[in-house]
Antibody
Framework: DVQLLESGGGLVQPGGSLRLSCAAS????????MSWVRQAPGKGLQWVSL????????YDADSVKGRFTISRDNSKKTLYLQMNSLRVEDTAVYYC????????????????WGQGVLVTVSS | QSVLTQPPSVSGTPGQRVTISCSGT????????VNWYQQFPGAAPKLLIY???QRPSGVPDRFSGSQSGTSASLAISGLQSEDEADYYC??????????FGGGTKLTVL
């Protein structure tokens, strides 16, 4: 069975940094694109970042561009999100998401989600 | 404010048919397929419909999707109490990013 287990969340002050991890199992990790999707308390879903199966292509939402970096280690079957210069508005549950195909582009879809990890940015 | 527009809430009685709309533009729904996700309180989203109208295995055929022009719809027929959840549409935008609707809360009366 596909499993995605996020870790690394917590409370951080504005301007601080945090690194999220997502340990994957149950599928050939390197064959599939992965993403981070977040959900602020009481709000809707927001796509954050996307990385191709090989790791060679990454894309970020404008709201996090230049502050967040998505990466992956296919040998460890782990997805990461390095979050710097955190803002109060980054407070959310962050979900690790697996795409059906290797690109994550148009015509693709998220077929599995992790349970999410809470990131709280507050002084 | 979300790029894709959904009604904040819809409601229906058991057995009824309800639809949830998702409105976009030519750069997202108008030129790319739409996916729908279902989310129960406190839980992760779950894939409900992909590629406009395809159901993953395990999703009841009471759920159906359609797309026309720059809009998409999710229909739920034979409404059941366990369908009470939040529903989100999503589409690729040609500006190179994924966009979601703001979500629709379905209440079964």
């Amino acid at each position: 069975d596909v499993q995605l287990l996020e870790s690394g969340g917590g409370l951080v002050q504005p301007g601080g940094s945090l690194r999220l991890s997502c340990a994957a199992s149950g599928f050939k990790f390197s064959n599939y694109a992965m993403s981070w999707v977040r959900q602020a308390p009481g709000k809707g879903l927001q796509w954050v970042s996307l990385i191709s199966g090989s790791g060679g292509r990454t894309y970020d939402a404008d709201s996090v561009k230049g502050r967040f970096t998505i990466s992956r280690d296919n040998s460890k079957k782990t997805l990461y999100l390095q979050m710097n210069s955190l803002r109060v508005e980054d407070t959310a549950v962050y979900y690790c998401a697996k795409w059906k195909y290797s690109s994550g582009w148009s015509g693709d879809w998220v077929d599995y989600w992790g349970q999410g990890v809470l990131v709280t940015v507050s002084s | 404010q979300s790029v894709l527009t959904q009604p904040p809430s819809v409601s229906g009685t058991p057995g009824q048919r309800v639809t949830i709309s998702c409105s976009g533009t030519s750069s997202n729904i108008g030129s790319n397929t739409v996916n729908w996700y279902q989310q129960f309180p406190g839980a992760a989203p779950k894939l409900l419909i992909y590629s406009n109208n395809q159901r993953p295995s395990g999703v009841p055929d009471r759920f159906s999707g359609s797309q026309s022009g720059t809009s998409a719809s999710l229909a739920i027929s034979g409404l059941q109490s366990e369908d009470e959840a939040d529903y989100y549409c999503a589409a690729w935008d040609d500006s190179v990013n994924w966009v979601f609707g703001g979500g629709t809360k379905l209440t079964v009366l």
